[in-house]
């Protein structure tokens, strides 16, 4: 009995926290209040950050810091006035840029002093718009186990861009052509459009009348907040040694265009 105390004591003491979960309370941009749930993962070296929209979009972000693989999953419930049925889950891969989030072994220490608080981002990141040009298909899975687990419910809607299969790293026993060889690119028409374009080869979702015409949609989401730095003070002036002492908040929203096959499959085009 006593071995087993002593051993439970060695973990509590010793052993360092794999994983961390964090409830949020965060005022958005219209002034409400919504609650983030922040989940770091130490072993897996990742970050999972996820809310429920006012109005009822269920949206999830992991960072897979090994990997440098961003993946915004997001669930779109159908609106019944506009006779869409079911809800959608959509799956972008991006480039992580890592300076955006704090890692996972530095978020696993956070501890929230009052949980109550309503939390409000230090800075805005502004906007990142992303145009993808591909089904990520299996290259999800060579480029992050992570987020193929976490894009796994949204089946052929995981996008990415191809721009970004260069910007990765080839995994170990792979070339990087791996990648372009495993993703499905989307027709010629909607590659060569552009979205900011007067005349594109494929409209926007927004302007096609045709619920059976393919067309461009374009998704919007906006994190409210997020640990994307820390803070460092200056010691005594004896020491003069800076020290942690604290996070860091940032505020960003991100803009995502893909191609659909027939508008009435772009749940948001309103």
């Known amino acids: 009995m006593v071995i ?4 439970i004591i060695f973990l509590i003491i010793f052993v360092r926290p794999t994983s961390l979960q964090l409830l949020i309370n965060v005022k958005n941009q219209g002034g409400d209040v919504m609650q983030e749930n922040i989940t770091a993962n130490v072993s897996e070296d990742t970050v999972t950050l996820e809310f429920l929209r006012l109005d009822g979009v269920y949206v999830s972000q992991l ?3 090994t990997n440098e693989v961003e993946a915004m999953k997001v669930i779109i419930p159908g609106e019944e006035e506009l006779g869409q049925t079911g809800h959608q889950i959509l799956c972008f891969l991006t480039h992580a840029a890592q300076a955006d989030f704090i890692a996972p072994d ?3 220490k956070l501890r929230q002093k009052n949980p109550g608080t309503v939390r409000v981002a230090e800075e805005d990141k502004g906007w990142r718009q992303t145009t993808a040009t591909a089904w990520a298909g299996r290259a999800t899975l060579l480029l992050s186990p992570a987020a193929a687990r976490h894009c796994g419910p949204a089946h052929d809607k995981v996008y990415l861009r191809s721009a970004d299969l260069s910007r990765w790293a080839p995994r170990p026993g792979m070339e990087q052509s791996s990648y372009s ?3 499905t690119p989307f027709p010629a028409q909607a590659l060569s459009s552009d979205t900011s374009d007067r005349n594109p080869s494929v409209s926007v979702c927004v302007a096609e009348k045709d619920a059976s015409k393919e067309c461009i949609c374009h998704l ?3 994190v409210n907040w997020y640990p994307c730095g820390l803070k460092y003070c200056k010691g005594k002036p004896q020491g003069g040694l800076s020290y942690r002492c ?3 908040t940032c505020h960003r929203c991100y803009r995502y265009h893909y191609y659909v096959r027939r508008r ?3 749940l948001n085009y309103l």
Not at 4 to 7: G, V
Request: hydrophobic letters at 50%; glycine letters at 4%; one cysteine or more.
């Open 181 to 183: 060889s495993e993703v």
């Open 106 to 108: 530095a978020m696993a």
């Open 246 to 248: 604290g996070i860091k």
């Open 264 to 266: 009435d499959t772009c």
């Open 220 to 222: 919007e989401v906006c």
């Open 4 to 7: 087993f105390i002593l051993k």
């Open 63 to 65: 960072v897979d810091f």
